[in-house]
Protein backbone atom coordinates (compact mmCIF):
# COMPACT_ATOMS: atom_id res chain seq x y z
CA UNK A 1 0.00 0.00 0.00
CA UNK A 2 2.81 2.17 0.83
CA UNK A 3 4.45 1.22 -2.12
CA UNK A 4 1.59 1.96 -4.22
CA UNK A 5 0.82 5.71 -2.72
CA UNK A 6 4.94 6.49 -3.82
CA UNK A 7 4.61 5.49 -7.00
CA UNK A 8 1.29 7.13 -7.66
CA UNK A 9 2.94 10.75 -5.47
CA UNK A 10 5.70 10.48 -7.73
CA UNK A 11 3.43 10.12 -11.22
CA UNK A 12 2.98 13.47 -12.13
CA UNK A 13 6.17 14.93 -11.13
CA UNK A 14 7.99 12.20 -13.85
CA UNK A 15 5.33 12.75 -16.33
CA UNK A 16 5.69 16.30 -16.04
CA UNK A 17 9.27 16.88 -16.07
CA UNK A 18 9.43 14.31 -19.22
CA UNK A 19 7.12 16.52 -20.84
CA UNK A 20 8.50 19.53 -20.12
CA UNK A 21 12.17 19.11 -20.86
CA UNK A 22 11.07 17.92 -24.10
CA UNK A 23 9.57 21.46 -25.04
CA UNK A 24 12.29 22.87 -23.70
CA UNK A 25 14.69 20.95 -25.53
CA UNK A 26 12.39 21.49 -28.70
CA UNK A 27 12.55 25.18 -28.34
CA UNK A 28 16.98 25.19 -27.97
CA UNK A 29 16.51 23.10 -31.43
CA UNK A 30 14.20 25.50 -33.20
CA UNK A 31 16.13 28.83 -32.09
CA UNK A 32 19.35 26.89 -33.31
CA UNK A 33 18.50 25.75 -36.33
CA UNK A 34 17.22 29.77 -37.44
CA UNK A 35 20.21 31.08 -35.63
CA UNK A 36 22.84 28.72 -36.81
CA UNK A 37 21.54 28.34 -40.86
CA UNK A 38 21.78 24.79 -42.01
CA UNK A 39 25.78 24.35 -42.38
CA UNK A 40 26.62 25.27 -38.84
CA UNK A 41 23.64 23.45 -37.23
CA UNK A 42 24.58 20.88 -39.05
CA UNK A 43 28.13 20.93 -37.68
CA UNK A 44 26.60 21.07 -34.20
CA UNK A 45 24.28 17.87 -34.71
CA UNK A 46 27.35 15.97 -36.12
CA UNK A 47 29.88 17.16 -33.10
CA UNK A 48 26.76 15.89 -30.35
CA UNK A 49 26.59 12.75 -32.72
CA UNK A 50 29.69 11.81 -32.50
CA UNK A 51 31.03 12.31 -28.95
CA UNK A 52 27.52 9.96 -28.46
CA UNK A 53 29.19 7.22 -30.41
CA UNK A 54 31.93 7.30 -27.39
CA UNK A 55 29.31 7.60 -24.93
CA UNK A 56 28.34 3.60 -25.32
CA UNK A 57 32.10 3.14 -24.05
CA UNK A 58 31.41 5.51 -21.12
CA UNK A 59 28.43 3.31 -20.33
CA UNK A 60 29.18 -0.69 -20.86
CA UNK A 61 25.58 -0.98 -19.98
CA UNK A 62 26.74 -0.73 -16.71
CA UNK A 63 23.41 1.67 -15.24
CA UNK A 64 20.79 -1.42 -14.99
CA UNK A 65 23.28 -3.69 -13.10
CA UNK A 66 23.89 -0.41 -10.85
CA UNK A 67 20.19 -0.18 -9.81
CA UNK A 68 19.33 -3.54 -9.54
CA UNK A 69 22.27 -4.30 -6.96
CA UNK A 70 21.40 -0.89 -5.14
CA UNK A 71 18.25 -2.43 -5.20
CA UNK A 72 19.18 -5.84 -3.49
CA UNK A 73 21.62 -4.37 -0.91
CA UNK A 74 20.91 -1.16 -0.30
CA UNK A 75 23.61 -1.05 2.73
CA UNK A 76 26.34 -1.45 -0.13
CA UNK A 77 24.86 1.63 -1.98
CA UNK A 78 27.75 3.87 -0.72
CA UNK A 79 30.18 0.98 -1.96
CA UNK A 80 28.91 0.57 -5.58
CA UNK A 81 28.31 4.45 -6.26
CA UNK A 82 31.48 4.99 -5.19
CA UNK A 83 33.58 2.47 -7.43
CA UNK A 84 31.44 2.76 -10.38
CA UNK A 85 32.33 6.69 -9.95
CA UNK A 86 35.69 5.57 -10.45
CA UNK A 87 35.22 3.09 -13.07
CA UNK A 88 33.01 5.75 -14.62
CA UNK A 89 35.53 8.41 -14.64
CA UNK A 90 38.15 6.08 -15.80
CA UNK A 91 36.14 5.25 -18.74
CA UNK A 92 35.38 9.00 -19.68
CA UNK A 93 38.97 9.75 -19.89
CA UNK A 94 39.36 6.64 -22.32
CA UNK A 95 36.59 7.77 -23.97
CA UNK A 96 37.81 11.71 -24.93
CA UNK A 97 41.60 10.33 -25.89
CA UNK A 98 39.35 7.97 -28.72
CA UNK A 99 37.60 11.03 -29.78
CA UNK A 100 40.29 12.57 -30.42
CA UNK A 101 42.49 10.22 -32.12
CA UNK A 102 39.56 8.92 -34.33
CA UNK A 103 38.96 12.90 -35.17
CA UNK A 104 42.36 13.11 -36.15
CA UNK A 105 42.83 9.41 -37.98
CA UNK A 106 39.49 10.56 -39.91
CA UNK A 107 40.98 13.59 -40.81
CA UNK A 108 38.25 16.40 -39.46
CA UNK A 109 39.00 19.99 -40.15
CA UNK A 110 40.05 22.32 -37.17
CA UNK A 111 37.16 23.76 -36.35
CA UNK A 112 35.18 20.41 -36.34
CA UNK A 113 38.06 18.91 -34.28
CA UNK A 114 37.70 21.93 -31.50
CA UNK A 115 33.79 21.58 -31.58
CA UNK A 116 33.91 17.66 -30.79
CA UNK A 117 36.39 18.51 -27.78
CA UNK A 118 34.18 21.22 -26.36
CA UNK A 119 30.75 18.43 -26.92
CA UNK A 120 32.93 15.44 -24.96
CA UNK A 121 33.55 17.35 -21.73
CA UNK A 122 29.68 16.63 -21.46
CA UNK A 123 30.89 12.83 -20.86
CA UNK A 124 31.23 13.56 -17.35
CA UNK A 125 28.37 16.54 -16.94
CA UNK A 126 25.37 15.62 -19.24
CA UNK A 127 22.47 13.28 -18.33
CA UNK A 128 22.08 13.22 -21.86
CA UNK A 129 24.60 10.96 -22.19
CA UNK A 130 25.80 7.55 -19.56
CA UNK A 131 28.16 9.62 -17.80
CA UNK A 132 29.25 10.30 -14.11
CA UNK A 133 25.82 12.08 -13.29
CA UNK A 134 23.67 8.98 -14.28
CA UNK A 135 25.66 7.14 -11.54
CA UNK A 136 24.53 9.63 -8.91
CA UNK A 137 20.92 9.19 -10.08
CA UNK A 138 20.89 5.15 -9.83
CA UNK A 139 20.59 6.05 -6.05
CA UNK A 140 17.37 7.65 -6.55
CA UNK A 141 16.03 5.29 -9.56
CA UNK A 142 16.06 2.11 -6.92
CA UNK A 143 14.66 4.53 -4.34
CA UNK A 144 11.97 5.08 -6.67
CA UNK A 145 12.33 8.38 -5.98
CA UNK A 146 13.24 10.23 -9.90
CA UNK A 147 11.32 12.70 -9.42
CA UNK A 148 14.37 14.69 -8.21
CA UNK A 149 16.59 14.39 -10.93
CA UNK A 150 13.63 15.07 -13.48
CA UNK A 151 13.10 17.90 -12.05
CA UNK A 152 16.83 19.03 -12.04
CA UNK A 153 17.03 18.24 -15.30
CA UNK A 154 14.46 20.48 -16.24
CA UNK A 155 16.74 23.09 -14.55
CA UNK A 156 19.04 22.17 -17.10
CA UNK A 157 16.76 22.69 -20.05
CA UNK A 158 15.71 26.16 -18.70
CA UNK A 159 19.48 27.16 -18.34
CA UNK A 160 20.26 25.61 -21.39
CA UNK A 161 17.31 27.86 -23.25
CA UNK A 162 18.19 30.99 -21.38
CA UNK A 163 22.19 30.38 -22.16
CA UNK A 164 21.25 29.89 -25.52
CA UNK A 165 19.22 33.09 -26.00
CA UNK A 166 21.92 35.00 -24.51
CA UNK A 167 24.73 33.92 -26.42
CA UNK A 168 22.14 34.21 -29.76
CA UNK A 169 21.46 38.01 -28.42
CA UNK A 170 25.62 38.77 -27.98
CA UNK A 171 25.62 36.92 -31.95
CA UNK A 172 28.20 34.12 -30.03
CA UNK A 173 29.96 32.01 -32.53
CA UNK A 174 29.31 28.25 -32.65
CA UNK A 175 32.03 27.38 -30.21
CA UNK A 176 29.82 29.26 -27.76
CA UNK A 177 27.09 27.17 -28.73
CA UNK A 178 29.36 24.50 -27.78
CA UNK A 179 30.36 25.69 -24.58
CA UNK A 180 26.99 27.06 -23.45
CA UNK A 181 25.70 22.73 -23.90
CA UNK A 182 28.64 22.28 -21.45
CA UNK A 183 28.40 24.91 -18.68
CA UNK A 184 24.40 24.77 -18.62
CA UNK A 185 25.15 20.99 -17.67
CA UNK A 186 27.08 21.86 -14.31
CA UNK A 187 24.85 23.35 -11.91
CA UNK A 188 22.50 19.96 -11.91
CA UNK A 189 25.03 17.65 -11.55
CA UNK A 190 26.40 19.99 -8.24
CA UNK A 191 22.55 19.94 -7.11
CA UNK A 192 22.82 16.00 -7.85
CA UNK A 193 25.70 15.53 -5.90
CA UNK A 194 24.18 17.37 -3.05
CA UNK A 195 21.30 15.53 -3.05
CA UNK A 196 22.86 12.12 -2.84
CA UNK A 197 25.37 13.16 -0.09
CA UNK A 198 22.40 14.15 2.02
CA UNK A 199 21.19 10.18 2.01
CA UNK A 200 24.34 8.39 1.71
CA UNK A 201 28.37 8.32 2.43
CA UNK A 202 30.05 7.79 -0.31
CA UNK A 203 32.96 5.00 -0.51
CA UNK A 204 35.93 5.57 -2.64
CA UNK A 205 38.22 3.13 -3.54
CA UNK A 206 39.21 1.33 -6.67
CA UNK A 207 37.67 -2.23 -6.51
CA UNK A 208 39.39 -3.90 -9.78
CA UNK A 209 37.75 -7.02 -8.47
CA UNK A 210 34.29 -5.28 -8.79
CA UNK A 211 35.03 -3.33 -12.18
CA UNK A 212 35.78 -6.96 -13.48
CA UNK A 213 32.45 -8.43 -12.46
CA UNK A 214 30.65 -5.14 -13.14
CA UNK A 215 32.06 -5.04 -16.90
CA UNK A 216 31.07 -8.40 -16.82
CA UNK A 217 27.31 -8.41 -15.54
CA UNK A 218 26.99 -5.61 -18.27
CA UNK A 219 28.22 -7.15 -21.59
CA UNK A 220 25.42 -8.20 -22.99
CA UNK A 221 23.61 -4.71 -22.46
CA UNK A 222 26.51 -2.88 -24.14
CA UNK A 223 26.47 -5.17 -26.91
CA UNK A 224 23.20 -4.33 -27.69
CA UNK A 225 23.68 -0.45 -26.69
CA UNK A 226 26.62 -0.06 -29.19
CA UNK A 227 24.49 -2.06 -31.79
CA UNK A 228 21.73 0.33 -31.24
CA UNK A 229 23.82 3.23 -31.33
CA UNK A 230 24.99 2.54 -34.77
CA UNK A 231 21.79 1.92 -36.64
CA UNK A 232 20.19 4.88 -35.09
CA UNK A 233 22.96 7.49 -35.48
CA UNK A 234 25.34 6.08 -37.89
CA UNK A 235 23.75 7.87 -40.34
CA UNK A 236 24.78 11.19 -39.78
CA UNK A 237 28.00 10.62 -39.80
CA UNK A 238 28.12 9.06 -43.26
CA UNK A 239 25.60 12.16 -44.54
CA UNK A 240 28.75 14.42 -42.71
CA UNK A 241 31.64 12.50 -44.72
CA UNK A 242 29.53 11.73 -47.94
CA UNK A 243 27.75 14.73 -48.33
CA UNK A 244 28.84 17.87 -46.21
CA UNK A 245 27.21 19.80 -43.52
CA UNK A 246 24.26 21.23 -44.62
CA UNK A 247 23.04 17.79 -45.52
CA UNK A 248 23.41 16.77 -41.76
CA UNK A 249 21.66 20.13 -40.88
CA UNK A 250 18.32 19.20 -43.02
CA UNK A 251 18.39 15.72 -41.35
CA UNK A 252 19.09 17.01 -37.95
CA UNK A 253 15.76 19.31 -38.06
CA UNK A 254 13.96 16.65 -39.22
CA UNK A 255 15.05 14.23 -37.00
CA UNK A 256 15.02 16.27 -34.12
CA UNK A 257 11.14 16.58 -34.48
CA UNK A 258 10.70 12.59 -34.58
CA UNK A 259 12.70 11.28 -32.33
CA UNK A 260 11.26 12.95 -28.86
CA UNK A 261 8.04 11.29 -29.38
CA UNK A 262 9.44 7.62 -28.61
CA UNK A 263 8.19 9.83 -25.55
CA UNK A 264 4.91 8.60 -26.15
CA UNK A 265 5.18 5.15 -26.92
CA UNK A 266 7.72 4.22 -23.84
CA UNK A 267 4.30 5.95 -21.59
CA UNK A 268 2.64 3.43 -23.10
CA UNK A 269 5.17 0.17 -23.42
CA UNK A 270 6.79 0.50 -19.88
CA UNK A 271 3.08 0.80 -17.76
CA UNK A 272 2.70 -2.97 -19.67
CA UNK A 273 6.00 -4.25 -18.89
CA UNK A 274 6.00 -5.52 -15.48
CA UNK A 275 2.21 -7.15 -16.42
CA UNK A 276 3.99 -9.21 -19.05
CA UNK A 277 6.86 -10.47 -16.96
CA UNK A 278 4.59 -11.05 -14.43
CA UNK A 279 1.90 -13.47 -16.97
CA UNK A 280 4.98 -14.97 -18.86
CA UNK A 281 5.18 -17.32 -15.60
CA UNK A 282 1.66 -17.40 -14.85
CA UNK A 283 -0.85 -16.64 -17.80
CA UNK A 284 0.06 -17.21 -21.20
CA UNK A 285 -3.84 -16.33 -22.16
CA UNK A 286 -3.15 -13.20 -20.11
CA UNK A 287 0.07 -12.51 -21.70
CA UNK A 288 -1.72 -12.84 -25.16
CA UNK A 289 -4.04 -10.70 -24.42
CA UNK A 290 -1.41 -7.52 -22.75
CA UNK A 291 0.40 -8.61 -26.23
CA UNK A 292 -2.69 -7.73 -28.03
CA UNK A 293 -3.55 -4.60 -26.24
CA UNK A 294 -0.19 -3.13 -26.45
CA UNK A 295 -0.01 -3.79 -30.68
CA UNK A 296 -3.19 -2.25 -30.54
CA UNK A 297 -3.08 0.75 -28.95
CA UNK A 298 0.41 1.73 -30.23
CA UNK A 299 -0.64 1.55 -33.99
CA UNK A 300 -3.70 3.27 -33.22
CA UNK A 301 -1.32 6.35 -32.07
CA UNK A 302 1.30 5.64 -34.74
CA UNK A 303 -0.67 5.75 -37.81
CA UNK A 304 -3.00 9.46 -37.29
CA UNK A 305 0.54 10.55 -36.01
CA UNK A 306 2.25 9.34 -39.31
CA UNK A 307 -0.54 10.57 -41.30
CA UNK A 308 -0.59 13.92 -39.84
CA UNK A 309 2.92 14.85 -40.11
CA UNK A 310 3.22 13.50 -43.80
CA UNK A 311 0.28 15.86 -44.75
CA UNK A 312 1.26 19.03 -42.97
CA UNK A 313 5.12 18.44 -43.16
CA UNK A 314 5.84 21.58 -45.15
CA UNK A 315 3.70 23.75 -42.50
CA UNK A 316 5.49 22.43 -39.52
CA UNK A 317 8.61 22.65 -41.12
CA UNK A 318 8.46 26.16 -42.50
CA UNK A 319 6.50 27.54 -39.16
CA UNK A 320 9.36 25.97 -36.97
CA UNK A 321 12.80 26.68 -38.73
CA UNK A 322 11.29 29.35 -41.77
CA UNK A 323 11.87 28.28 -45.40
CA UNK A 324 15.46 27.95 -45.76
CA UNK A 325 14.28 24.41 -44.18
CA UNK A 326 12.02 23.23 -47.02
CA UNK A 327 14.32 20.66 -47.86
CA UNK A 328 13.91 18.90 -44.46
CA UNK A 329 10.29 18.63 -45.40
CA UNK A 330 10.62 15.10 -47.14
CA UNK A 331 13.14 14.43 -44.52
CA UNK A 332 10.39 14.46 -41.85
CA UNK A 333 7.89 12.74 -44.29
CA UNK A 334 9.91 9.84 -44.54
CA UNK A 335 11.44 9.14 -41.17
CA UNK A 336 7.98 9.72 -39.02
CA UNK A 337 7.09 6.56 -40.69
CA UNK A 338 10.36 5.04 -39.57
CA UNK A 339 9.18 6.49 -36.16
CA UNK A 340 5.65 4.69 -36.72
CA UNK A 341 7.38 1.08 -36.46
CA UNK A 342 9.68 2.48 -33.71
CA UNK A 343 6.37 2.55 -31.95
CA UNK A 344 5.94 -1.01 -32.67
CA UNK A 345 9.20 -2.56 -32.07
CA UNK A 346 9.63 -0.85 -28.85
CA UNK A 347 6.96 -2.80 -27.31
CA UNK A 348 7.84 -5.96 -29.05
CA UNK A 349 11.27 -5.44 -27.84
CA UNK A 350 10.05 -4.74 -24.61
CA UNK A 351 7.57 -8.20 -24.44
CA UNK A 352 10.68 -9.97 -25.60
CA UNK A 353 12.67 -9.36 -22.89
CA UNK A 354 9.53 -9.64 -20.55
CA UNK A 355 9.73 -13.68 -21.55
CA UNK A 356 13.30 -13.82 -21.23
CA UNK A 357 14.47 -14.10 -24.28
CA UNK A 358 16.44 -11.05 -24.22
CA UNK A 359 19.38 -12.48 -26.50
CA UNK A 360 17.36 -11.85 -29.72
CA UNK A 361 17.06 -8.17 -28.95
CA UNK A 362 21.02 -8.26 -29.57
CA UNK A 363 20.98 -10.10 -32.76
CA UNK A 364 18.21 -8.17 -33.64
CA UNK A 365 20.05 -5.34 -33.20
CA UNK A 366 23.15 -6.32 -34.86
CA UNK A 367 20.87 -7.56 -37.59
CA UNK A 368 19.72 -4.02 -38.23
CA UNK A 369 23.21 -2.19 -37.63
CA UNK A 370 24.12 -4.52 -40.81
CA UNK A 371 21.99 -3.88 -42.81
CA UNK A 372 22.07 0.32 -41.89
CA UNK A 373 25.42 0.50 -42.86
CA UNK A 374 24.73 -1.30 -45.96
CA UNK A 375 21.98 0.24 -47.32
CA UNK A 376 23.16 3.74 -45.95
CA UNK A 377 27.02 3.07 -48.45
CA UNK A 378 24.21 2.20 -51.26
CA UNK A 379 22.00 4.97 -51.13
CA UNK A 380 23.63 8.45 -49.62
CA UNK A 381 26.11 8.70 -53.02
CA UNK A 382 23.12 8.64 -54.85
CA UNK A 383 19.87 10.28 -52.97
CA UNK A 384 21.29 11.98 -50.26
CA UNK A 385 19.58 12.90 -47.05
CA UNK A 386 16.85 10.97 -48.32
CA UNK A 387 18.86 8.10 -49.26
CA UNK A 388 19.24 8.11 -45.32
CA UNK A 389 15.71 8.57 -44.40
CA UNK A 390 14.48 5.41 -46.75
CA UNK A 391 17.67 3.53 -44.69
CA UNK A 392 16.46 4.17 -41.50
CA UNK A 393 12.69 3.62 -42.33
CA UNK A 394 13.57 -0.01 -43.77
CA UNK A 395 16.06 -0.64 -41.02
CA UNK A 396 13.16 -0.54 -38.57
CA UNK A 397 11.19 -2.55 -40.77
CA UNK A 398 13.87 -5.36 -40.49
CA UNK A 399 13.47 -4.99 -36.91
CA UNK A 400 10.02 -5.06 -37.40
CA UNK A 401 10.29 -8.40 -38.97
CA UNK A 402 12.37 -9.92 -36.62
CA UNK A 403 10.34 -9.13 -33.36
CA UNK A 404 7.43 -9.55 -34.77
CA UNK A 405 7.65 -13.23 -35.90
CA UNK A 406 9.24 -14.16 -32.42
CA UNK A 407 6.42 -12.65 -31.01
CA UNK A 408 3.67 -14.27 -32.99
CA UNK A 409 5.42 -17.46 -32.76
CA UNK A 410 5.42 -16.98 -29.27
CA UNK A 411 1.61 -15.58 -28.70
CA UNK A 412 -0.15 -17.70 -31.99
CA UNK A 413 -1.67 -14.18 -32.42
CA UNK A 414 -2.05 -12.24 -35.94
CA UNK A 415 -1.59 -8.40 -36.31
CA UNK A 416 -3.82 -8.39 -39.26
CA UNK A 417 -6.57 -9.24 -36.85
CA UNK A 418 -5.54 -5.45 -35.32
CA UNK A 419 -4.59 -3.98 -38.53
CA UNK A 420 -8.43 -4.45 -40.26
CA UNK A 421 -9.93 -2.95 -37.02
CA UNK A 422 -6.95 0.22 -36.84
CA UNK A 423 -6.51 0.51 -40.53
CA UNK A 424 -10.17 1.53 -41.70
CA UNK A 425 -10.56 3.94 -39.01
CA UNK A 426 -7.46 5.98 -40.37
CA UNK A 427 -8.40 5.99 -43.85
CA UNK A 428 -10.88 8.09 -43.10
CA UNK A 429 -8.84 9.64 -40.47
CA UNK A 430 -6.71 10.45 -43.51
CA UNK A 431 -9.45 12.40 -45.64
CA UNK A 432 -10.21 14.51 -43.05
CA UNK A 433 -6.59 15.52 -42.55
CA UNK A 434 -6.06 16.26 -46.32
CA UNK A 435 -9.38 18.38 -46.51
CA UNK A 436 -9.11 20.46 -43.20
CA UNK A 437 -4.67 20.41 -43.92
CA UNK A 438 -4.84 24.64 -44.68
CA UNK A 439 -7.06 25.36 -41.65
CA UNK A 440 -5.79 26.91 -38.23
CA UNK A 441 -3.14 24.96 -36.86
CA UNK A 442 -4.50 24.94 -33.21
CA UNK A 443 -8.69 24.64 -34.39
CA UNK A 444 -7.05 21.62 -36.66
CA UNK A 445 -5.16 20.12 -34.36
CA UNK A 446 -8.39 20.13 -31.46
CA UNK A 447 -10.82 19.02 -33.87
CA UNK A 448 -8.45 16.39 -35.31
CA UNK A 449 -8.20 15.00 -31.54
CA UNK A 450 -11.58 15.07 -31.17
CA UNK A 451 -12.70 13.73 -33.78
CA UNK A 452 -10.15 10.82 -33.70
CA UNK A 453 -10.80 10.12 -29.51
CA UNK A 454 -14.56 9.74 -30.77
CA UNK A 455 -14.01 7.67 -33.72
CA UNK A 456 -12.20 5.35 -31.74
CA UNK A 457 -14.63 4.95 -28.65
CA UNK A 458 -17.53 4.69 -31.57
CA UNK A 459 -15.89 1.59 -32.88
CA UNK A 460 -15.58 0.03 -29.75
CA UNK A 461 -11.73 -1.43 -30.54
CA UNK A 462 -11.08 -1.79 -27.50
CA UNK A 463 -12.99 -4.35 -24.85
CA UNK A 464 -14.16 -3.31 -21.58
CA UNK A 465 -11.49 -5.64 -20.00
CA UNK A 466 -8.19 -4.50 -22.25
CA UNK A 467 -9.50 -0.62 -20.74
CA UNK A 468 -9.45 -1.98 -17.50
CA UNK A 469 -6.05 -3.70 -17.79
CA UNK A 470 -4.60 0.27 -19.02
CA UNK A 471 -5.98 1.85 -16.18
CA UNK A 472 -4.45 -0.58 -13.58
CA UNK A 473 -1.28 0.46 -15.19
CA UNK A 474 -1.38 4.57 -15.19
CA UNK A 475 0.38 4.44 -11.55
CA UNK A 476 3.33 2.37 -12.85
CA UNK A 477 4.78 5.27 -15.12
CA UNK A 478 7.53 6.16 -13.09
CA UNK A 479 8.88 2.40 -13.75
CA UNK A 480 10.15 3.68 -17.21
CA UNK A 481 12.80 5.44 -15.61
CA UNK A 482 13.33 3.14 -12.36
CA UNK A 483 14.85 0.70 -14.59
CA UNK A 484 13.86 -0.15 -17.78
CA UNK A 485 15.31 2.58 -20.65
CA UNK A 486 13.65 3.39 -23.65
CA UNK A 487 16.80 3.72 -25.89
Not at 14 to 27: D, E, H, S, T
Not at 232 to 260: C, F, N, Q, W
Amino acid sequence: MIFGRTIARNTGTVFAGLIANQLILLFVTVMLARYLGETLFGRLSFSIVFVGYFAALVDLGTKPIIIREISREREKASAIIGNSLLLKIALAFLAILLVNLSAVLIRFPAHTIILINIMSCNLFLSPKFPTIRSVYESLFQADLSMGYPMLIRVLDGVILAGLVVSVMYLNGSLNSIAFVYVVSAIPGLLLTILLVRRRIRLRFSVDLKFWRWMIIQSAPIAFYGVFTLLYKRIDVLMLSLMKGDDAVGYYSAAYRLTDPLTFISASIVISLFPLMSKYHKTSRENLVRICNFGIKSLLLLALPMCITITVLGERIISLLYGSRYLPSVPVLQILIWGEGFIFLNFFLMNFIIAIEKQKLVTYAAMAMCVVNVFLNYQLIPRWGVVGACFTAVLTQCIGFSIWYSYTHKVTQSSIMRVVRTVVPLNIVFGAWVFLAKDINLLVFVLFSLILYSGMTYLSHIFTPEELKIFRSRLVEFPKKVTGVDQS
